[in-house]
Nanobody, 123 residues
Framework: QVQPVESGGGLVEAGASLNLSCTASGRTGYSYTMGWFRQAPGKEREFVAGISWSGVRTYYSESVKGRFTISRDNAKNTVYLQMNSLKPEDTAVYYC????????????????WGQGTQVTVSS
């Protein structure tokens, strides 16, 4: 079982940047997709970005495409989410998760979840 731990959240103004990290511990000796999701108060959890084991392939939700970049460093078992041009609507708890599948945006296809890190963007 892989256990992800997120960090890097905070309170920023609109237009600012943040870089989230997610470090996975546990049984990391197999290939897995990593994904970032977020959940705003009163809203359902939504997919943000995903990255393949190799880090070559990535995919994003339309709401963040062009502003967020996902990357990974397998030597450190860490995935990053660079968030630029942040907007108040990006305010949410951000979670990372692992999946044995590629390309899914459904939370139910991800089986190991972190505790989340809060991102708050003020206007």
């Amino acid at each position: 079982q892989v256990q992800p731990v997120e960090s890097g959240g905070g309170l920023v103004e609109a237009g600012a940047s943040l870089n989230l990290s997610c470090t996975a511990s546990g049984r990391t000796g197999y290939s897995y997709t990593m994904g970032w999701f977020r959940q705003a108060p009163g809203k359902e959890r939504e997919f943000v970005a995903g990255i393949s084991w190799s880090g070559v392939r990535t995919y994003y939700s339309e709401s963040v495409k062009g502003r967020f970049t996902i990357s990974r460093d397998n030597a450190k078992n860490t995935v990053y989410l660079q968030m630029n041009s942040l907007k108040p609507e990006d305010t949410a708890v951000y979670y990372c998760a692992t999946s044995a599948l590629w390309g899914s945006t459904r939370g139910r296809d991800f089986d190991s979840w972190g505790q989340g890190t809060q991102v708050t963007v003020s206007s």
